[in-house]
């Protein structure tokens, strides 16, 4: 393959010879070591010749009485001539291109999401100031992530999470207000009770009279925190019962893991390139984040019919590339974190595993089955509807 490619792009010229007895010329061209690569008879006097163009000067120097004339050129130097004869249109497509690169990463519009005109105001100023404005270059995935994360730090107690997506030329802010649990008058009168069978781990109570302490085991449904507030064996008040309470529960999960494993996963993170195709090389430009692997969306923008370039647009999406062969312990590891990862990721803030252990295992010719015992500290508050205590008052005889 690389013999013929160096084959196609090595100079040659097509000539045109007249004169006669040619023949004769023929046969003198090969004494003197000039290989013809190709011949085509027009007449008994007139030929066209294809030879390698470093030999064209030989041609010339023994030619006598023939008239001969270049035809046509190939290779590095046709090339070289189709760029010289092309190089206002290719200075033009390279000066539409940066255009078109400068273009399509200008942020035109932020647009802020929200019934909040203060936080709107809040909001602007402080993505300005970390490069969110229009007429700037759009930053990077991980510059996003830094500039979410910041703002929520600087608005802990205002914002719940915020979202930043680029849409076209334009940003797209979004955000969910911290709503803060304040109780009032129409809050009903309530115990807190359990929603799961568990043991109490903790309890963050600003209301109500705790029944059940720190590592009681309650059934579901339990009192954990009544509304009735007792005092000397008997009840004197009705509350709402305010509070949160984590207890510990129990989970069975099943998973199966493969010994050899693929899978190719998208990172989310996403690039707009312009690329350039010559023979089996492919230049990005202006690219200054490569992925290692990627998926890819393509699009022509320019193609030359004559010489082997093209220019694309190309939509990469970043991958992460799991295939890993492993062995028996190795592959349970693998599948009791496969299986926390599952359960973690339906747990809220706060929540969390605290221990798992393999209860059972099945291996399989290509594959491994546990079954895992999972102890999960979560929040297991519910609530339950209560009617004001009243004394009763007996009339005295």
């Not at 370039?309 to 312990?329: A, G, P």
């Amino acid at each position: 393959m690389k013999n013929y490619i160096l084959f196609l792009l090595k100079s040659k010229v097509n000539i045109n010879i007249k004169g006669s007895n040619i023949e004769k010329f023929i046969k003198r061209l090969k004494n003197n070591n000039i290989e013809i690569l190709n011949i085509n008879y027009i007449s008994k006097d007139e030929i066209n010749v294809k030879i390698y163009k470093n030999d064209y000067d030989k041609v010339i120097s023994i030619k006598t009485i023939y008239e001969i004339n270049i035809l046509d050129y190939f290779g590095i130097v046709r090339i070289k001539n189709n760029i010289l004869n092309s190089k206002f249109i290719i200075i033009m497509v390279v000066i539409a291109l940066i255009f078109l690169y400068i273009v399509t990463n200008i942020i035109f519009s932020v647009d802020i999401i929200t019934n909040d005109s203060k936080m709107e105001i809040l909001l602007k100023e402080e993505l300005s100031e970390l490069g969110i404005k229009k007429y700037n270059f759009k930053k990077s995935y991980n510059d996003i992530q830094k500039i979410k994360q910041e703002i929520l730090n600087k608005y802990r107690s205002d914002i719940d999470w915020i979202e930043i997506e680029n849409i076209g030329t334009k940003y797209i802010v979004r955000f969910e207000p911290r709503i803060e649990s304040i109780e009032n008058k129409d809050t009903p009168l309530r115990h807190i009770i359990a929603k799961k069978d568990c043991i109490i781990k903790s309890l963050d109570i600003s209301n109500g009279q705790i029944i059940k302490g720190l590592n009681s085991y309650v059934k579901k449904g339990d009192i954990i925190v009544s509304g009735y507030v007792d005092l000397n064996g008997s009840v004197k008040d009705t509350v709402s019962s305010i509070g949160t309470v984590y207890g510990e529960v129990w989970y069975k999960v099943e998973v199966t893991y493969p010994f050899k494993y693929y899978e190719s996963i998208e990172t989310g993170k996403k690039n707009k390139v312009i690329v350039v195709k010559f023979l089996n090389n492919d230049i990005e430009l202006f690219n200054f984040n490569k992925y290692k692997t990627k998926n890819i969306e393509e699009e022509t923008i320019f193609k030359n019919n004559i010489l082997p370039i093209k220019l694309v647009y190309q939509l990469q999406r970043e991958t992460r590339v799991i295939n890993e062969t492993l062995d028996e312990d190795e592959l349970i590891k693998k599948a009791s974190l496969l299986a926390k990862e599952k359960i973690e990721n339906k747990l809220k803030d706060n929540e969390y595993v605290s221990n798992y252990k393999v209860l059972s295992k099945s291996v399989h010719e290509d594959s491994i089955t546990l079954n895992i015992f999972f102890s999960v500290v979560e929040d297991v508050t519910s609530y339950q509807n209560i009617e004001e205590y009243k004394e009763e008052i007996k009339d005295e005889i």
